[in-house]
């Protein structure tokens, strides 16, 4: 008779004792250029994350060239006094570096991701196109061309055309922040390589700069990296940019942007509110994360698991530009779709749960569920050097102190349900709310008008 083999099992490993976390710190410094300097020294990152920041914002662009920084940020990777666009691009890629950039209400921003063992390779690269950009006619013209493909995609998105109606709305119609982002089509088309090289000249300097180095700097002289390369750009001094106070038109009201034949309708409600400067804020990401932050909170519940509306409607919080004035202002939105047939309904719904939470509260389950999620995986998602980086990138863009970050943390740790419940009724009251619908208007107009929500207007969704 055969024997059995007799099977030894291992110990199963135990979980070992949970470390104390919390945001990382930086280092704060600046180069001779006048350049500021922020760096954080992560053991094990060998893919450092730089970022760099502009005081190039958006309302800082000539009239009628809307897009001038976003083409221009573009650019800066399309060559240097050093190497034509094709030469910059084999130069990263040889180093198995990234460099990313895009404009926003703050000012442009650029994002390089290198080895750490490439680091020096790639600062260089960066530092030229900060430097000495080429702005070349030819690919300043090719730029142009792609961002005037880009539009009409994002017209016939209905989250992007949302988006851009709710701004219009929000926002007076002077105001920097009514208008696209990126720009429009007449707009762009004016952009040459001369209106790029203008802006740049007036307005990207190294002593209004901020460098942002984040990653594993063992063995690396960050001083005297950062001296040979960023430190070789150069620039006249200048004054910060004042930062103009954001004014907005919360009146409760509906525009139905109309698409005719859509099969479901494109929801955004939104207005603005207290930024991070405000000392609500920990309270209001708590109580909005409650309201709309994930799939357990109650829109879902509601829309999505009991009623099967949509599959899935978030609400949010946004900052648009932040002030320690108190001038600043954050986007706070509820955004999903939902099929055609049932807008009015899901809308009625929606209003019910804002009713709801205004008469009764948030729970102190949903509370706990809340700072679960935001403040326990809070190591996971700083996981990465560019996580962090970006983070800290922010931090310096909004004229936040650097330990922000992990004061919010302790914060909303701290916040209790009464507190949440307040802030996320104040930051969408019911009356108070723009609601933008991207759909078919003959099908939603009559339903929407019947609940009272406010004044409904159609217009065309070009």
Known sequence: MTELATMEFHAQPQAGEPKPWAFPAPERGSLDNGLTVLRCHRPGQQVVAVEVLLDAPLDAEPTGLDGVATIMARAFSEGTDKHSAEEFAAELERCGATLDAHADHPGVRLSLEVPASRLAKALGLLADALRAPAFADGEVERLVRNRLDEIPHELANPSRRAAKELSKELFPAEARMSRPRQGTEETVAAIDSAAVRAF???????????????????????DALLGDTLGAWTGSAAEPRPVPAVSADDRG??????????????????????????????????????????????????????????????????????????????????????????????????????????????????????????????????????????????????????????????????????????????????????????????????????????????????
Request: aromatic share 4%; with cysteine.
């Open 200 to 222: 740049y000249e007036r307005h990207v300097r190294p002593a209004t700069a901020t460098a942002v180095v984040v990653g594993d700097l063992t063995g690396v002289d960050l």
């Open 253 to 462: 009201r509906v525009v139905i942007v109309d698409r005719p034949g859509a099969v479901q309708t494109q929801l955004l409600i939104g207005r603005t509110g207290a930024d991070r400067h405000d000392r609500v804020w920990p309270a209001q990401v708590l109580g909005t994360y409650c309201l709309g932050g994930t799939l357990t909170s109650r829109l879902d519940r509601v829309l999505r698991e009991e009623k099967g509306y949509t599959y899935g409607v978030r609400a949010f919080g946004q900052v648009l530009r932040s002030a320690p004035d108190g001038t600043g202002a954050a986007m706070l939105a509820i955004s999903g779709s939902v099929d055609t047939p049932n807008t009015g309904p899901a809308l009625e719904d929606l209003w019910t749960v804002l009713r709801k939470l205004a008469a009764e509260g948030l729970t102190d389950a949903e509370r706990d569920v809340a700072v679960q999620n935001l403040v326990g995986v809070a190591p996971l998602k700083y996981e990465t050097a560019a996580a962090v980086a970006s983070t800290l990138a922010d931090q310096v863009e909004q004229h936040l102190p650097d330990d922000f970050q992990a004061t919010l943390y302790r914060q909303l740790a701290a916040t209790g349900t009464v507190e949440a419940t307040a802030a996320v009724v104040n930051a969408f009251p019911v009356d108070r709310l723009v609601t933008v619908l991207v759909g078919d208007a003959a099908q939603i107009k009559e339903p929407v008008e019947a609940l009272g929500i406010g004044e409904v207007t159609v217009v065309a969704a070009e």
